[in-house]
């Protein structure tokens, strides 16, 4: 009998957070990830993540706070600087997750613009049929709800990106 054998992976968890809500949801995203075998998590602010961090992982799950329906500009900063390794992240999954101050305050925009970044990269985009279709949303500090759905995101992209490594 054959045995496949697994190879280690890596998912980078890269966010912005100024008051604290949507870093402890990426914390959240990464514990998620965690847990899953073979899966090494990296968790990094945006402000200190590279292009090159996002070449060599193999999952890249980005957080935003919403503002005004847009990404915050650090995220939209890190995109436009992968701009110049166009196709290099392509087959990578990828998935978003934002907090917002309320209802209708542009928070699936956020997550939109995120992911349509990603797609024209060539990404694999993890959704939910569930709820959190395009990705987590907090409004305001995330209860444990949302911190939930956190950690479920960051397991069920690591466990995508295991499925296509295998």
């Avoid at 514990?31 to 999952?59: I, M, Q, W, Y």
């Avoid at 542009?106 to 990404?123: N, R, V």
Wanted: glycine share 10%.
């Amino acid at each position: 009998m054959k045995v496949m054998s697994m190879r280690r992976i890596t998912v980078l968890v890269t966010y912005y957070s100024r008051t604290g809500n949507t870093e402890m949801m990426a914390k959240a995203v990464a514990e998620g990830a965690s847990k899953v075998k073979d899966v090494e998590v990296v968790l990094k602010r945006v402000e200190d993540t590279s292009v090159e961090d996002l070449l060599k992982a193999d999952a890249i799950i980005i957080g935003s706070p919403t503002y005004y329906g847009q990404l915050a500009w650090p995220v939209k900063k890190l995109i436009d600087e992968s701009v110049k390794y166009h196709g290099r992240l392509e087959g990578k999954v990828g998935a978003a997750f934002t907090s917002c101050g309320g209802l209708g305050g542009g928070a699936e925009t956020t997550l939109l613009s995120i992911i349509k970044a990603m797609l024209i990269h060539g990404m694999i985009i993890q959704g939910n049929a569930e709820e959190y279709h395009y990705g987590v949303v907090a409004i305001g500090e995330p209860d444990e709800n949302a911190l939930e759905a956190c950690r479920e995101l960051g397991r069920r992209v690591a466990e995508l990106a295991l499925k296509l490594k295998a």
